[in-house]
């Protein structure tokens, strides 16, 4: 019996020994005399980095970042592996649900979506994810939103302003967009300013005159849409007649008036080009052609346009035309003078001038206007192509009239001759105004059209 109890013993004492002696593989721990498997994620937490999840495997662990995360799943990894899991943009690769009309906001590992200005969520909250559509908010539910004496004009994503009849802003405008503007009462007094009234001559009396008792009509009309829209071909037709009158026989008269025949011709294309109901309009006359162009909708028009006249072609923008603030309409007008460019063939001291050279004009002049108000420094430059009253193949120059030089002049400033030939000259203008092209001549000899000062020459 003893015998027995000792070889028990010995047998104890032997496996123990070589359970102590057993080593586990990597990934376990010896539990109870087993190996059993040691779970990495939770005994070091941090063992995957921040933006990455653990999983645990039999004898081993993984990696994989968070969803918004790159390297995406199904990627496993170790630390061992240097991979270091960084944000996705969604709003940059394009991977977002926004939908449109919102504008997507990255998050770090995701993204939010909110509403463009002028549309509201679905589900009437500011920042959303998935499922929620943008719908356009209508402004004009508030009767008050324009303020008095105008009406609400909703828009897609927007809005516009529309003054009653016989009201204006401050600055001349009917139709808005910043509601801090009030409408009032239209003065016709104010139409032009306190220069050209001061300066208005029995020649240009008849053209004041015309412009006052319409907008004194505008200001006593009902709507405008229906009653001063048939009120736009007469305007533009007794506009026209005085201007035949004015250059009848030749118009004379200084610097300034000059200067203020210029404004007051503008300040009436202005308000003729959105009285007139067809989008494209065009009238000839004894002393003079126009082409006015009006465009309507909800939101700006887009892309290029041309207006022809006899001796001139302007080519130009929408949004040019347009400028930064649009109040449901765009107007352009281009008109041409006929025999103007003999009564100003004059005022051409602030050119710069080599010796013995001298100018004259070889085309028609020329007046372009938009709605724009912004109109001495635009954003893109119009395009003026002029035909040449005489051919001539010489040097030739796009001039501007400046109304601020000593009462008016000629002045190259802000426009530029692009390319010329015998029969006409292509002009880059960044402004809007008057206009016409200039032959360079001299007193003797012949102004070589690829030099800068007048050569003699031997035979005429």
């Known amino acids: 019996m003893r015998h027995m109890y000792l070889s028990l013993v010995l047998l104890l004492a032997l496996t123990e020994n070589i359970l102590m002696n057993t080593v586990c593989r990597s990934g376990e721990k010896m539990r109870r005399g087993k190996c ?15 933006n990455a999840a653990c999983f645990n495997t039999a004898g081993s662990y993984f990696c994989q970042c968070h969803e918004g995360f790159t390297p995406p799943s199904p990627h496993n990894f170790t630390p061992a592996d240097g991979i270091v899991c960084q944000d996705i943009n969604e709003c940059l690769v394009g991977s977002d649900d926004c939908g449109p009309n919102t504008t997507c906001n990255n998050t770090v590992g995701g993204y939010n979506c909110t509403c463009a200005t002028g549309y509201i969520s679905s589900n009437g909250k ?45 600055s001349g405008r009917t139709n808005f967009t910043d509601t801090s503007e009030l409408c009032e009462k239209l003065k016709c007094d104010r139409f032009l300013s306190e220069k050209d009234t001061s300066q208005t001559s029995p020649e240009l009396t ?7 008792d319409s907008c004194l009509i505008i200001n006593q009309s009902e709507s405008v849409n229906n009653n001063t829209q048939a009120h736009g071909e007469k305007l533009l037709k007794g506009f026209l007649s005085d201007l035949d009158d004015l250059n009848h026989g030749g118009f004379s008269g200084d610097n300034d008036m000059i200067s203020a025949l210029f404004r007051i011709v503008v300040n009436i294309l202005k308000l003729i080009g959105h009285l007139l109901s067809a989008s494209r309009t065009r009238k000839i006359s004894a002393k003079a052609e126009v082409e006015l162009l009006v465009k309507r909708g909800n939101s700006p028009p887009e892309g290029d346009f041309r207006m022809n006249i006899s001796g001139a072609q302007l080519t130009s923008h929408w949004d040019t035309a347009t400028g930064n603030t649009y109040h449901g309409f765009t107007t352009a007008a281009l008109l041409s003078y006929k025999g103007l460019d003999e009564s100003l063939n004059c005022c051409f001291d602030h050119l710069e001038t080599q010796k013995k050279q001298t100018y004259k004009i070889n085309s028609k002049v020329v007046t372009a206007t938009f709605i724009n108000t912004e109109t001495t420094n635009l954003k893109k430059p119009i395009k003026l192509t002029f035909s040449h009253l005489k051919k001539k193949n010489e040097k030739h120059m796009c001039v501007f009239w400046d109304p601020e030089l000593d009462g008016g002049a000629w002045s190259t400033l802000g426009c530029s001759t692009v390319s010329s030939r015998a029969d006409q000259t292509v002009c880059f203008c960044n402004k809007l105004g008057s206009f016409a092209v200039l032959t360079v001549l001299c007193d003797t000899g012949v102004c070589r059209p690829t030099l800068n000062f007048c050569t003699l020459d031997s035979k005429p």
Do not use: W
Not at 131 to 149: A, L
Not at 206 to 212: E, F
């Open 36 to 50: 059993e498997d040691e779970n990495e994620c939770e005994i070091q937490p941090s063992i995957c980095e921040r």
């Open 126 to 170: 500011d920042i959303f994810n998935s499922g929620v559509q943008c719908i356009d908010r209508d402004e004009c539910n508030d009767p008050s939103f324009c303020g008095k004496h105008a009406s609400c004009h909703n828009t897609a994503g927007g809005f516009y302003c529309i003054c009653e009849a016989g009201f204006r802003l401050k």
């Open 206 to 212: 008849k053209l004041v005159s015309l412009m006052t």
